[in-house]
């Protein structure tokens, strides 16, 4: 099992910045992929930026050149860096930890930060 507990929303205005943390409750070494999907109103969840354990990272095409997952594997912690953000990206946004096959429950939930980003 992991908990996991995001942090760092808030209001920006259009072209802002913003940096999320994802504080996990273990080591966040060995996870097999960690990622931050985010869910506006009225539409569904989406995946924003993931990386697995194998070094590959993924960004959705929408937040590509603004958006930079990291991670310190010292604290634990996933961020994501949010630059020139737009009022597209208001959401609610969620950090997941998939701890991969050979576990029988495989995906953690945050409870998700809220960001808004409007003039």
């Known amino acids: 099992q992991v908990q996991l507990v995001e942090s760092g929303g808030g209001l920006v205005q259009p072209g802002g910045c913003l940096r999320l943390?994802?504080?996990?409750?273990?080591?966040?070494?060995?996870?097999?992929?960690m990622g931050w999907y985010r869910r506006a109103p009225g539409k569904q969840r989406e995946l924003v930026a993931i990386?697995?354990?194998?070094?590959?990272?993924n960004y959705a095409d929408s937040v590509k050149g603004r958006f930079t997952i990291s991670r310190d594997n010292a604290k634990n912690t996933v961020y994501l860096q949010m630059n020139s953000l737009k009022p597209e990206d208001t959401a609610v946004y969620y950090c997941?930890?998939?701890?991969?096959?050979?576990?029988?429950?495989?995906?953690?939930w945050g409870q998700g930060t809220q960001v808004t980003v409007s003039s």
């Open positions: 990386f697995n354990n194998g070094g590959i990272t």
């Open positions: 943390s994802c504080a996990a409750s273990r080591s966040i070494f060995n996870i097999y992929a």
């Open positions: 997941k930890a998939d701890l991969g096959p050979l576990y029988i429950v495989r995906d953690y």
